[in-house]
Nanobody
Framework: QVQLVESGGGLVQAGGSLRLSCAAS????????MAWFRQAPGKEREFVAAISWSGSSTNYADSVKGRFTISRDNAWNMVYLQMNSLTSEDTAVYYC??????????????????WGQGTQVTVSS
């Protein structure tokens, strides 16, 4: 079992930055692929970024490439999402997710079996 708790969301002006954090419990965190998803009002949950267990491989949605960076610290059971050049299109609830099923940075939410409660990010224009 893995429990995930996100933090770091808030209100930011367009063009600004935020760093989201995800704290994970569990002995096997370092073996999980970790990811961030987001869901805006009235829209389906969408993939943002994923990182392999070692951190050597990452995957990003086209909409965030070059602006967002995912990273992890296995010593502290943490995953981060650095978000730069934010726009109103980035407004959403952001979720941290853990995948114990596959070894690659899949963008499919059905492959992730543990989810956090989410943290709200609001970008004002």
């Amino acid at each position: 079992q893995v429990q995930l708790v996100e933090s770091g969301g808030g209100l930011v002006q367009a063009g600004g930055s935020l760093r989201l954090s995800c704290a994970a419990s569990g002995h096997t965190f370092s073996s999980y692929v970790m990811a961030w998803f987001r869901q805006a009002p009235g829209k389906e949950r969408e993939f943002v970024a994923a990182i392999s267990w070692s951190g050597s491989s990452t995957n990003y949605a086209d909409s965030v490439k070059g602006r967002f960076t995912i990273s992890r610290d296995n010593a502290w059971n943490m995953v981060y999402l650095q978000m730069n050049s934010l726009t109103s299109e980035d407004t959403a609830v952001y979720y941290c997710a853990a995948n114990s099923n596959t070894g690659w940075t899949t963008p499919l939410p059905t492959e992730y079996d543990y989810w956090g409660q989410g943290t709200q990010v609001t970008v004002s224009s």
